[in-house]
């Protein structure tokens, strides 16, 4: 009898829960939605039912429209869990559409899943969208990853573009605590000399254990030419 009791309150407590990823799915379906408004308050009612819609909102990612799987992208993001993770680091690198990729870097840049910032060192490499490139370097500092620093470098020293040098040079002014602006030799040969004193500081802070001296600060002067 006891045990029949206890089944009963389980099953009672569990209907709340089945029933608000039953609401959630079709708020999921209503992402996809032509009409703006209703898209507007599914949005908001996900993120009002919280992590309980994350594994409708798995499935929003695959939808067949752009914008029902952004917005599932950007409700993931808002609600801050990290289910879902491996679908958008794929989404990161393979999705078709620029304005989800975005997204999808801004999500990842709140929720912050291991090793997402290799990934996005990486994604620097092959990406050719102007607009996700940004989304990649503006959210890069939010990993604290000190070995990202590199890849930013390398990307800012091989683009042309005045624009996304200028973001990779404040990406590496937030990572690093020094600023060279945009003179990318100075940062290269700051890098140069103390990039591995800098290494082993931010690995033996993440690590507890006592720093080393700490690194040169910005102002480095380069020997004047003749």
Do not use: C, H
């Amino acid at each position: 009898m006891l045990a029949l009791t206890l089944s009963l309150i389980l099953l009672q407590e569990s209907r709340p829960a089945e029933d608000l990823l039953a609401e959630a799915q079709k708020q999921v379906e209503t992402l996809s939605s032509p009409d703006a408004d209703a898209r507007g308050k599914a949005v908001d009612r996900l993120i009002e039912i919280g992590k309980g819609a994350a594994p409708a909102l798995r499935a929003g990612l695959a939808a067949k429209d752009d914008e029902g799987r952004r917005l599932a992208v950007f409700v993931l993001g808002e609600i801050g869990t990290q289910e879902g993770s491996a679908d958008l680091k794929r989404m990161l690198a393979g999705d078709s559409a620029e304005r989800v990729r975005v997204e999808v870097a801004y999500a990842l840049g709140k929720t912050k899943p291991k090793g997402i910032a290799t990934s996005f060192a990486e994604q620097l490499r092959y990406e050719s969208s102007v607009k996700v490139l940004r989304a990649l370097l503006v959210n890069l500092p939010n990993f604290r990853d000190p070995d990202t620093v590199e890849p930013v470098l390398a990307f800012a020293e091989e683009r042309e573009s005045d624009y996304l040098r200028r973001i990779a040079a404040r990406t590496l002014q937030e990572l690093t605590g020094q600023m060279f602006r945009t003179d990318f030799a100075a940062w290269r040969e700051w890098w140069t000399k103390y990039g591995e004193k800098f290494l082993e500081k931010a690995r033996a802070t993440a690590a507890g254990k006592p720093a080393p001296p700490p690194v040169p600060p910005r102002g480095i002067k380069r020997a004047s030419k003749g």
